[in-house]
């Protein structure tokens, strides 16, 4: 969460502290204010609706609903948002994370004193979030045609044999998974998210559900239609399937612009799909370079090899000396069941399973699964 906007949410029955929260933060743009909930009965609902990053809540609320009962039903419905208390000395209250109190400010207090502990909650949550039991990974390439949403959909596909799996179509401009999997233009898209108020009912209502039980969260169907999803949407979307599903996978585009550095930003493994080619390969070195200034660990990142039995003059040890990193997964390359596959719209690890170039997608599924399970901070077996 650092250097990203954190949205506060406050619930609060006196309107002079309320809007004593809202002038201290005003000459600041970390933390932006969502709204003021002025009855305990609506918090929940509110929360639910905005997604906020944190909460303050009033300890001594009035009515049916009194602060800490609220905290606690915030946790239970929506474990990643982080929950201040708000109190008075003459009424203490400690702070009890598993109660949904992950910290107290007590008043009187300071703009410097309020921004501190928001953002300390904010980055904390968001944090632990990351730790969930959910697995993002995002299949970039930074040259088209080396079969990167091919890969993807059965990778989804594969994985959604044993687990809850969504498909994000990345590919805002051109949407890439609704042209491969023949959807109607008709289908919903992220673009039909509301903004701002994402619910997990929203996402039910615009995803779409394959044949072979995976869900899809498809791109707009028209080229203009991607200027009107914004990296917040996108953050909003991921944020929520990584609380919905065992795996989130996303297939991006063929570049570095903001909203493909979102995917990559969220993702807990980058997986780089290359060929034997030489462009492929320099794009990718190229890109190294880049997600290394941006910071991203050697564990956030793993290769796939397509088509790794058609070299063209190049060998593995090649192409891991061009990258300066192993390739970690290889899959063969079988064109006559990739393009039948592809042109029925189904995948290929369901229709021809004990094919090879199943087997090897199997493989990299396998190893997601247990990467998964163990949380360790690289895939097992490299």
């Known amino acids: 969460m650092a250097g990203e906007q954190i949205r506060l949410l406050i619930v609060e029955d006196v309107p002079q502290v309320a809007s004593h929260v809202r002038a201290m933060l005003?000459?600041?743009?970390?933390?932006?204010?969502l709204d003021v909930v002025t009855s305990g009965d609506r918090a929940l609902t509110a929360v639910t609706e905005?997604?906020?990053?944190?909460?303050?809540?009033?300890?001594?609320?009035?009515?049916?609903?009194?602060?800490?009962?609220?905290?606690?039903?915030?946790?239970?419905?929506?474990p990643g948002v982080g929950?201040?208390?708000?109190?008075?000395?003459?009424?203490?209250?400690?702070?009890?994370?598993?109660?949904?109190?992950?910290?107290?400010?007590?008043?009187?207090?300071?703009?410097?004193?309020?921004?501190?502990?928001?953002?300390?909650?904010g980055e904390a949550r968001s944090t632990e979030a990351a730790r969930s039991?959910?697995?993002?990974?995002?299949?970039?390439?930074?040259?088209?045609?080396?079969?990167?949403?091919?890969?993807?959909?059965?990778?989804?596909?594969?994985?959604g044999q044993q687990h809850r799996v969504c498909l994000v179509d990345g590919s805002l401009q051109f949407s890439d998974l609704r042209g491969l999997l023949r959807v109607p233009?008709?289908?919903?898209?992220?673009?039909?998210?509301?903004?701002?108020?994402?619910?997990?009912?929203?996402?039910?209502?615009?995803?779409?559900?394959?044949p072979s039980g995976i869900d899809i969260l498809l791109a707009p169907p028209r080229v203009e239609m991607a200027e009107m999803v914004t990296t917040r949407d996108i953050e909003k979307a991921l944020s929520l399937l990584r609380q919905l599903y065992d795996f989130v996978i996303i297939d991006t585009r063929a570049a570095l612009s903001e909203d493909v550095l979102v995917y990559l930003d969220s993702a807990d493994?980058?997986?780089?799909?290359?060929?034997?080619d030489s462009m492929a390969i320099r794009g990718l070195a190229m890109a190294a370079e880049t997600f290394a200034a941006i910071g991203y660990p050697a564990t956030k990142l793993a290769t796939i090899l397509n088509r790794a039995d058609a070299a063209g003059g190049f060998d593995r040890s090649d192409v891991e000396q061009a990258l300066g990193s192993r390739i970690d997964f290889e899959i063969v390359s079988d064109g006559r069941l990739v393009l039948a596959a592809n042109n029925e719209g189904i995948a290929f690890v369901s229709s021809s399973p004990e094919s090879q170039i199943?087997?090897?997608v199997g493989q990299v599924a396998n190893a997601l699964a247990a990467h998964r399970s163990a949380r360790s901070p690289a895939l097992a077996g490299r």
Request: avoid cysteine; proline fraction near 6%.
């Open 269 to 276: 493994l980058i997986l780089q799909v290359l060929t034997y």
């Open 50 to 78: 905005m997604k906020p990053d944190v909460v303050i809540v009033d300890a001594l609320l009035q009515g049916r609903v009194g602060g800490q009962q609220v905290a606690q039903q915030i946790r239970q419905a929506e």
């Open 358 to 360: 199943a087997k090897d």
């Open 83 to 121: 929950v201040i208390m708000l109190t008075v000395p003459q009424n203490p209250v400690k702070e009890s994370p598993e109660r949904g109190i992950d910290a107290v400010l007590t008043m009187p207090f300071t703009g410097f004193d309020l921004t501190t502990v928001v953002r300390k909650v």
């Open 133 to 159: 039991n959910s697995l993002v990974v995002t299949l970039f390439s930074p040259k088209g045609g080396v079969g990167r949403t091919t890969l993807a959909y059965n990778l989804a596909v594969a994985l």
């Open 185 to 210: 233009a008709v289908a919903p898209s992220i673009v039909n998210l509301p903004t701002d108020r994402i619910r997990e009912q929203d996402l039910a209502d615009v995803t779409w559900r394959d």
């Open 26 to 33: 005003q000459a600041q743009h970390q933390i932006k204010m």
